[in-house]
């Protein structure tokens, strides 16, 4: 049975703080992504990543990096949290082979920045 | 840029048939269709690639309009497991790299 985990459901932190979202997988897939969702603005995509030590930006990469230092593994930063960063945030991999990228989420870290 | 989604919304009687709607401005490699429960994560649906084929689910359908960048998700004899929010995703570039839809809400009734 496929499986993708992230480290916490729930997660509250204060402005100014560093925080790390942690995602991993166990179907040895070489894409890994994260999105944040909003009500009313859908899945967004923050930063992928193809490779070990490849990561490219998304749609909304500002005020976030990633790490990938291992295939399975994909953490998504953020280098000083704001309240505008509050979200849902959600992991996802796939295969690289686009006739079966089916992506596979997460469970979604909720976060909450005070 | 995202793809447009329509409608936002639709709810249904158990039985009844539904049509979401999904179009981009931009040329598509693939469209992918996924259903969020509330509380839990996307779940995938389908996938329609360029050049028609297609791999996805045995009670859903979906249709690729290749020149006018739209694709449709057909939901036929709705059952009320069929609710949820609908997104489609869109694949411009490389890298399996999908832009969502804001989604479609989907209220299935006895």
């Known amino acids: 049975d496929v499986k993708v985990t992230q480290s916490s459901r729930y997660l509250v932190k204060r402005t100014g703080e560093k925080v790390f979202l942690e995602c991993v997988q166990d179907m040895d897939h070489e894409n890994m992504f994260w999105y944040r969702q909003d009500p009313g603005l859908g899945l967004r995509l923050i930063y992928f990543s193809y490779d070990v030590k490849m990561k490219e930006k998304g749609d909304i990469p500002e005020g976030y990096s990633v790490s990938r230092e291992k295939k399975e593994r994909f953490s998504l930063i953020l280098e000083s949290a704001s309240t505008n960063q509050t979200s849902m945030y959600l992991c996802?991999?796939?295969?690289?082979?686009?006739?079966?990228?089916?992506?596979?989420f997460g469970p979604g870290t909720r976060l909450t920045v005070l | 840029q995202q793809p447009v989604q329509s409608p936002q919304a639709v709810i249904l009687r158990e039985g009844e048939d539904a049509v979401i709607n999904c179009s981009s401005s931009k040329a598509l490699y693939s469209v992918h269709w996924y259903r969020q429960k509330h509380g839990e994560a996307p779940v995938f649906l389908m996938i329609l690639l360029k050049g028609g084929e297609q791999k996805g689910h045995e009670k859903i359908s979906a249709s690729f309009n290749e020149k006018k960048q739209q694709s449709s998700l057909y939901l036929t004899a709705s059952q009320l497991s069929y609710s949820g929010t609908y997104f489609c995703g869109t694949e411009v570039g490389g890298y399996q790299k999908v832009t969502f839809g804001i989604g479609t809400k989907l209220q299935v009734i006895p």
């Open positions: 996802a991999s796939c295969p690289p082979t686009r006739a079966y990228n089916e992506q596979f």
